[in-house]
C-alpha cells in the first residue's frame, strides 16, 4: 500500500501494514531539521504519511512588524509562529463596514497542482478555512464569546458569511484532487470546551455540518483540527459527518477513553505528549510512548499517529529525531 492508501484504510477503520503518521511543525523546529538534514522538503526524510497545503499569505505589510491579512485583523509576527493579533477589526458587533474577502478566486489555490503532483502518494490535506476562530480574530474571543449570549443575530450573521466562504474555497479547492479537507477551529481549552455543548451545538452544529458534507459531497475526507479538551462536542460532531479529529492531546483528554469510546466512529489523529514527553523526556522515553500510543490506538484502524499539538521550539533535536525513528518503524 502506498502511504495514500493506508491513510485511507485508517480513516476507514482498516488496519494496515504500517501505521500512519504526520509530523507538523512550527517554523523553528522546521528550521532545526532542516539545518540537520541540509534539505528544504524534510517531508521526504522524514517520511510523513500526510502533508498539509496551506494557500500562500496574502497579507499586507503596515509597518513596525504589523501585517494585516485578508480580514483586515492586524498581527504581530515573528518568526517563532503565526504571532498575534495587534488589533480586532470588528469593534462593534456587526457586519456594517466589515469587508469580508472574496475567495472563489482560481489563482488562490493554483499551487495545488504543482503540490499535488510533489506528493502524489501521500495523502494531501488543504485548509479550508476556521468559523470560531476567525470570528475571534476580527472581533475578539472575549467579545465573541460574550456576543452567543448578548449579541445573538450578529453572531449567527458573522458565522454564515465565514461558512459561505468556506463553501466556497471548498469549491475551488476540489477542482484539485486532494484527499482531505481540513478545517482548523479551536473550541476547547486544557481542562474543557470554551462553551456549553448546547452553545455549540446552537451556532456551530448546522453550519460545520454543512461544511462537512460539502467536504463528503467531492468525496474528501471531512477533518477538524481543534485543540485542548473538546470530549463534550464529539457526539455532536460525529452527527454533524466528522471522520477525523485532530489533535488528540492526552495531556488534555483521555486518549484510551476516546478509543474506546468513539473509534469505531471517529478516526483519531495525534496521541504524542508535547507538554511533558517529547520537551522533557529522553530519547528512548520519547521512542517508548511512540510505540505505546501506536499500538493501543492503531487497533481496528481509525489512528493517525502524530504529536498532540504543533511541534514547538523547546523539543530537542535528538527528540524530534527519535520521535521519527520510532514512527519510521511502525
Known sequence: MTKKETVKAAIAHREAEHVPYHLDYAPPTLRR???????????????????????????????EGLERDEFGVVWNTNDLNRGYVADHPMKEPTLKGNHLPEYDRPARYAFLAGAIERYRNIFTVVVVGDLLERAGFMRGLDNILMDLYVNPGFVEDLLD???????????????????????????????GPMMKPEMWDRFFKPRVAKIFTAMKSHGKAAILHSCGNVRAFIPSLIDAG????????????????????FGARLCLYGGVRTQSTLPNGTPEEVKEEVRAVAERMSKGGGFILGPGITLQHDIPLENLLAFIEAAQAL
Do not use: R
Open 33 to 63: 531539521l532542516q539545518g540537520h538534514y541540509g534539505v528544504e522538503d524534510v517531508e521526504q526524510i522524514v517520511g510523513s504519511y500526510l502533508v498539509w497545503l496551506v494557500p500562500p499569505k496574502e497579507w499586507e505589510d503596515v509597518g
Open 161 to 191: 458569511a465565514l461558512t459561505d466562504i468556506i463553501l466556497k474555497n471548498i469549491e475551488e479547492i476540489c477542482k484539485y484532487d486532494v484527499d482531505g479537507l481540513f478545517l482548523s477551529d479551536d473550541y476547547g481549552l486544557q481542562q
Open 242 to 261: 466528522l471522520d477525523v479529529l485532530h489533535p488528540i492531546q492526552p495531556e488534555a483528554m483521555d486518549i484510551y477513553e476516546l478509543k474506546e469510546t
